[in-house]
């Protein structure tokens, strides 16, 4: 199935980057955890036929569920690596595997490179023909479970300009999990998300604790009233909570919830998506 194609226009320039991206102002996407891939530690000697039909049977379940986009990670490569120490095959994979999941599905896509990768993931974004990448941490610095990180918004955005991949749209997370947040404790969460605007991000990210956990309504509110960008949840979204979060911001990103035993691991099962999706939809409707 050939791509959809779809202009996005930088923040720059105005729009509503969900609506363009995804058609829809309360957006569904689904995250495809990849298995890990050569390099790792985790890495289990199969093929990268084995590795992308992995990734693409995650792929079609989402599809076949209903979702409106989705977001490919290399969530197998624990412990993840700084930006600094990612190799260019973690890169070449996830282009490769990216590219597969846009031609089987056609579906609005993104990458997202752990940890806090944002040029290998513009690379590979415009390798990939994916139309965004999700940054953990985009402006800034904290301190991570593989230690300090801090923002690379300005050499990502340079980087984004040499490679003519301004088509590319940032998702950047706002006061992200895993994470202790002590560097920036004197600063408060608005002004934290008013500076991923500050630097060019276009779409913000709200989320829980850890993968899995759901943001609370104080700190959702809090992200969506500090900033003019659309607002998207992170983690810890499931068919449970959907009809308090989906609504008060442009879309989910969701993957734990949709797989077996609500386990990342495990298989996305096409009836848990399908569920969800028809929630979605019957609060979209009623919107």
Sequence with gaps: MEQQI??????SAGGDQILKMFKTRHAVIGVIHCPAF???PRYDG???DALIETALKDARAYAEGGVDGLIVENHGDVPFLRPADIGHETTAFITATTRAVIAETGLPTG??????????ALAAASASGALFIRVNQWANAYVSNEGLLDGEAALAMRYRRQIAAD???????SHVKHGAHAITADRTIEELTRDLEFFDADVV???GQRTGD????????TVTGATGLPVVVGSGVTRDNLDRILMQCRGVIVGSSLKAGS???NEVETDRVSAFMDRARELRDGA
Excluded: H, Q, Y
């Design 167 to 173: 088509n590319v749209a940032i998702f950047a997370d």
């Design 214 to 221: 759901a943001v609370t309504d104080t700190e959702l509110a």
């Design 6 to 11: 779809v202009t996005i226009s930088s923040k």
């Design 111 to 120: 990458i997202n490179i752990l940890a806090n990768a944002p040029i290998p």
């Design 263 to 265: 386990v990342w691991w």
């Design 205 to 207: 990210i709200a989320t």
């Design 46 to 48: 199969r093929s990268m």
């Design 38 to 40: 050569p390099g790792s």
